[in-house]
């Protein structure tokens, strides 16, 4: 199992920025793919971004492409999403998974990551 510690979230005006940490626990970081997924408050958790083991491969949500980036530190066991250009609409609840499977595809369906973390609140004011 692997723990997952999210930081980074807060309070940012629209158009704004913020970059949100995971950090992880265990000597298989680097073997587990992870992303970022959000939930908003009474909808459901949404896929954000996912990273390969390597980090050369990366999966975006078509509302985050070109705003958001996805990326990690194997030797800092860390993931990482800088966010750019924040709209009222990101507004949620940002958490940290991991998916400790061997498929070779990046997933953006929650029930594919194995290990969560517990999540840091992102604001967004317009």
């Known amino acids: 199992q692997v723990q997952l510690v999210e930081s980074g979230g807060g309070l940012v005006q629209a158009g704004g920025s913020l970059r949100l940490s995971c950090a992880a626990s265990?000597?298989?970081?680097?073997?587990?793919?992870m992303g970022w997924f959000r939930q908003a408050p009474g909808k459901e958790r949404e896929f954000v971004a996912a990273?390969?083991?390597?980090?050369?491969?990366?999966y975006y949500a078509d509302s985050v492409k070109g705003r958001f980036t996805i990326s990690r530190d194997n030797a800092k066991n860390t993931v990482y999403l800088q966010m750019n250009s924040l709209k009222p609409e990101d507004t949620a609840v940002y958490y940290c998974?991991?998916?400790?499977?061997?498929?070779?595809?990046?997933?953006?369906?929650?029930?594919?990551?194995?290990?969560w973390g517990q999540g840091t609140q992102v604001t967004v004011s317009s």
């Open positions: 998974a991991a998916d400790r499977g061997s498929k070779w595809l990046l997933s953006g369906t929650s029930y594919e990551y194995d290990d």
């Open positions: 265990g000597r298989t970081f680097g073997s587990n793919k």
């Open positions: 990273i390969g083991w390597s980090g050369s491969r990366t």
